[in-house]
Nanobody
Framework: QVQLVESGGGLVEPGGSLRLSCAASGAIGRIIRMGWYRQAPGKQRELVAVITSGDTTNYADSVKGRFTISRDNAKNTVYLQMNSLKPEGTAVYYC????????WGQGTQVTVSS
């Protein structure tokens, strides 16, 4: 089993920044990809950003230029630096790790509001 522990969510004003972290532990094996998804109220879960074992990244169009995903392989940790946050970024953000299967974290709430 793989456990994912997320941190860094919270309340931020529009234009502000937050940094999310997700640490993976347990029987991890070979990590193929790590990433972040989000789910806003009444909407489906959507991809925010992913990073592969080869450090290839992919972002949702809505966050390009504002969000940056990175990883620390030694710590099995993935980060999401979120800048210039917008109210539509309010959602529960989920960490995901792909090994032999896809694992999900519990989610961390991000609220962008004045």
């Amino acid at each position: 089993q793989v456990q994912l522990v997320e941190s860094g969510g919270g309340l931020v004003e529009p234009g502000g920044s937050l940094r999310l972290s997700c640490a993976a532990s347990g029987a991890i094996g070979r990590i193929i990809r790590m990433g972040w998804y989000r789910q806003a109220p009444g909407k489906q879960r959507e991809l925010v950003a992913v990073i592969t074992s080869g450090d290839t990244t992919n972002y949702a169009d809505s966050v390009k230029g504002r969000f940056t995903i990175s990883r620390d392989n030694a710590k099995n940790t993935v980060y999401l630096q979120m800048n210039s946050l917008k109210p539509e970024g309010t959602a529960v953000y989920y960490c995901s790790v792909l090994t032999d299967r896809q694992y999900w974290g519990q989610g961390t709430q991000v609220t962008v509001s004045s």
